[in-house]
């Protein structure tokens, strides 16, 4: 069944945990990412990035994760992630999308505040919950990237707590991501979270916090951070980074047995369901944070 964003969010919070949001731009991760949460109980959010709209359609994805959403048995919202143009949005909420992000984070804090309040009266019109960014990991999750770099690296600005207090006051948002050393992509080494400035945010904003650019961290960091007031977190580059990894390897393995081999295709995306199943319910598991399923 189909849940709004505020109140998946309030779940989480209820519970100290935080909810998976996995971006599917494939039939093969919308499906894993619905059966994991069927066969685990935990509620999952189903995510679409406007910067996979060039291999993932909105109109054409979109419709596929509202319907498989609303007959599942699951508890799902189907959100919009990290969407830098409100006529994109507009076009997921009508859709029926019960969540969207607004990703002003590139912007100037004045434009920021204004674009994510017009994101506020749009949402509010569809009955759909809204997330804002406040703060920067230095690369965008719809242009390029400095993929393996630190947040360091690639010129991030951790969320100010003060200013997140004004932010979420001016723009009304439902949830909050914020910024404190988390990036986009693989990582390279260990990331360092700086958790100064997430508890520093926690206690001047009543909202949920969100965590971006989640794949690579590790379940401890995870622990800590939902402990600290994370509700929601994004995850997709390793998910899919095993899934592509599972698929050659399936490639390799039929032709050393023999060159003139024949995979198909299907054979190939069978691989990378199982792969993201195995990988998305060790995620789910860890975000639970030892709460109890909740469907």
């Known amino acids: 069944m189909i849940v709004n964003l505020r109140d998946i969010c309030a779940m989480a919070e209820q519970n100290n945990m935080a909810i998976a949001s996995f971006?599917?731009?494939?039939?093969?991760?919308?499906?894993?990412?619905?059966?994991?949460?069927?066969?685990?109980?935990?509620?999952?959010?189903?995510?679409?990035?406007?910067?996979?709209?060039?291999?993932?359609?909105?109109?054409?994805?979109g419709p596929a994760m509202v319907a498989l959403a609303e007959r599942s048995s699951a508890l799902l919202c189907v959100h919009l992630?990290?969407?830098?143009?409100?006529?994109?949005?507009?076009?997921?909420?009508?859709?029926?999308?019960?969540g969207a992000m607004f990703d002003g984070s590139f912007l100037p804090y004045e434009e920021n505040v204004?674009?994510?309040?017009?994101?506020?009266?749009?949402?509010?019109?569809?009955?759909?919950?809204?997330e804002c960014e406040l703060g920067s990991m230095g690369s965008r999750e719809a242009g390029q990237?400095?993929?393996?770099?630190?947040?360091?690296?690639?010129?991030?600005?951790?969320?100010?707590?003060?200013?997140?207090?004004?932010?979420?006051?001016?723009?009304?948002t439902d949830i909050l991501a914020c910024s404190f050393g988390t990036v986009h992509g693989i990582y390279k080494g260990e990331p360092h979270l700086n958790f100064d400035v997430?508890?520093?945010?926690?206690?001047?904003?009543?909202?949920?916090?969100?965590?971006?650019?989640?794949?690579?961290?590790?379940?401890?960091?995870?622990?800590?951070?939902?402990?600290?007031?994370?509700?929601k977190i994004n995850y997709y580059t390793y998910g899919v980074k095993y899934a592509g990894e599972a698929a050659c390897g399936l490639m390799d393995k039929r032709r050393a047995k023999s060159s003139d081999a024949i995979v198909y295709w299907h054979d190939l995306t069978s691989a990378a369901y199982d792969r993201l199943v195995e990988d998305f319910t060790h995620v789910v598991k860890v975000f639970a944070n030892g709460a109890q399923p909740l469907a």
């Open 81 to 98: 992630d990290h969407c830098e143009h409100l006529s994109y949005m507009r076009r997921a909420l009508e859709l029926g999308f019960t």
């Open 145 to 172: 990237r400095d993929e393996g770099g630190t947040a360091e690296e690639s010129g991030a600005i951790y969320t100010d707590p003060d200013q997140a207090a004004e932010f979420v006051a001016s723009t009304g």
């Open 23 to 61: 971006n599917v731009p494939s039939f093969e991760a919308l499906r894993a990412a619905i059966d994991v949460a069927e066969q685990t109980g935990y509620p999952v959010i189903l995510s679409h990035a406007e910067g996979h709209e060039p291999f993932a359609p909105l109109d054409k994805i």
């Open 198 to 231: 997430l508890t520093g945010i926690r206690s001047r904003v009543s909202v949920p916090l969100v965590m971006h650019g989640g794949s690579g961290v590790s379940d401890e960091d995870y622990a800590k951070a939902i402990d600290a007031g994370i509700r």
């Open 114 to 130: 204004a674009n994510s309040q017009r994101a506020a009266e749009m949402c509010a019109g569809f009955d759909c919950g809204l």
